[in-house]
Each structure stands twice: as structure tokens, then as C-alpha cells.
């Protein structure tokens, strides 16, 4: 089982993380993390958008575990691009986590003034705020422009996988880039009846472990970090046990075959979509 990644600044990145995407109330969020934490889970998964990252950092000072021991990722959202206002809320991110540097600081949309965002990340990346800078749900092209025309280089980008929507050109050209390919929404947030799923349950009784698990070593073997999300202590720790067992290629195979090509989300190219996301905006 390969526990850790190396990014292309030579940072690394632990291959199974923790996500807190809808866990907006503190006490609730502050456990959960509190619970992956105590079960071993290293990265944490935040973002300004979910409301949730003061609840993240007290977690991990509760947690007593070494700062330099958890690799912490957050997000910058649309309302926030551009370089005046990305330099603001980035410190407004490390105050809420209570933290003096960030691991992994995302453009959680591809949308605004992200050229303006970039650029203030490079210059907290240099004064050491930032350890990284990534992407999420950017599609090849765009990354690859953003790449072209600044300096650093994106190490990150996090997108929609799951077994039913498993773009592979887009993951392997991550892969030939050296940008690692991070899985959102692993599960499909549920959807679909992935954890009934017949060709994933006859896997998972093979080796006597459940959908989830093998859903996770799937990525696993492939070189994609996964970060799921569960409020549940027996899910949280279910989701953690991937390191005994070894999906066969045959298997690898199957699971393969059950992409189904379609986002379950939506799609950044509609118009409508990028009028929904834009017009989200939080009070922090
Ligand atoms: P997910 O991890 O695919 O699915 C989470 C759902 O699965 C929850 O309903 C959870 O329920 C359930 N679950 C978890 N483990 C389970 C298990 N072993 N058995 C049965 N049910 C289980 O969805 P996600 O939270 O959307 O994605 C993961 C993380 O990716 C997020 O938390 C967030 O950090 C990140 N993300 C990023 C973006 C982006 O745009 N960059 C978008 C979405 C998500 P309970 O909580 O009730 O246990």
C-alpha cells in the first residue's frame, strides 16, 4: 500500500486523506476530524466554502498531534478570486485553521479572475504561507494554460472520480504532467447505490472487505489521492483499513468497466452551472 505521494515540488502528500464537505456545524465537523485523526488519517480536506475550517484547526490542536505531522488542504472560492482579495482571504484561511502555513492551497473553481488568484498564491508560496498551490475541476486545457503562463506549477488537481465517472484521459494526462490526480466525491456522495454495487460487493466478499474499501484501494493503486468524507466513527475507521489486500488485475479491470462517462454533479461547461457557482457567496 503506498501511504504517501511525492508532489512535483518534492513535497509529500499522504494517498488517503479526510474531506469535510457538508459538516457545517462546528462540534459535529471538529469530531469527525478529531476521529480521523485519532485513526490515523493525516490529510484534511477543507475549503472556505464549506464554513467549516476554524472547526478544522481546533481539531487538530485538540488532536495533539505535530503540526508538521498533518498535511492540511483548503480552498479559495469564486468570490474571492482575483489578487487583492485572494492575498486577503488567504490569511483569513490561516487565521480560521488557527495555522501558520497551509500544505495545499486550491482554486476551487476554475472560474473568475483566477489569473489575479494565482499569482497572489505564488507570492504566499514564496513568503512560505502556502507549501503548494493546486487546482480543483480544472479541466487539462485550462491547466495547462495556467501552467504556460505562470511561474509555479500546479501540483494538485482535484476532481470528480468515482467508479461511474472515471475520466481516464483527463487522469492520465495528470499523470504524464506530474500533477496528481485527487478523487472528490469517491463514492459518488452515495449515489447510484455504489455501496450495494453487485460487481464491487462480489470484489469486495473476495477479499472480505467492504465497497467502500475496495473503492479506495482502486484509487489507491492508480496513483489517485481520495479523500472521503463520513460523520460516522465506524465509517470513518472502515474507510482507513485498505492496507491489507491487493485488488487483482482482472479486478482492476472490472471496476474499470463500470464508468459510466457522466458527471453525477453537473458540468463546468454549462451555462447555467457557471452562473449557479458563481452566484454562491458565503459570509464567513
Ligand atoms: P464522498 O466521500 O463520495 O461520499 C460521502 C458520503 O458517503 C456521505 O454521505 C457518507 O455518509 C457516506 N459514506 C462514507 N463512508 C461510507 C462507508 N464506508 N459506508 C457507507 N457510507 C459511507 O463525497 P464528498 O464528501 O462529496 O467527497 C469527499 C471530499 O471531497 C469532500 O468531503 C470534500 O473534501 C471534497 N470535495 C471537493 C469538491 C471540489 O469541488 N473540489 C467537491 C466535492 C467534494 P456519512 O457522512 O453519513 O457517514
Redesign the pocket.
Known sequence: MKNEIVLNNGLKMPMLGF?????PDFDDCKQAVLTALKQGYRLI???AA?GNERAVGAAIRESGIMRSEIFVTT?LWIQDAGYEQTRLVIQDSLDRLGLEYIDLY?V??PLGDIYGSWRAMEAAYHDGKLKSLGV??FENDRLQDLMMHNEVKPVVD???L?PFYQQPQRVQWLLDNDIVPE????????KKGV?SNPVINEIATAHGK????VILKWFNQRNIVV??????KA??I??AQISDFKLTQDEMQRMADLDEGNSL?GSIHDPEAVKQLGNFKFKY
Open positions: 474531506g469535510v464537505f457538508q459538516i480536506d477543507t475549503a464549506y480552498k486550491l476551487h473553481q480543483a475541476n482535484q476532481i470528480e468515482h478523487a472528490w466525491g469517491p463514492f459518488a456522495e452515495g455501496f467492504t465497497n467502500g474499501q479523500i472521503p468524507k463520513s460523520v460516522h465509517r470513518i472502515e474507510n454533479f
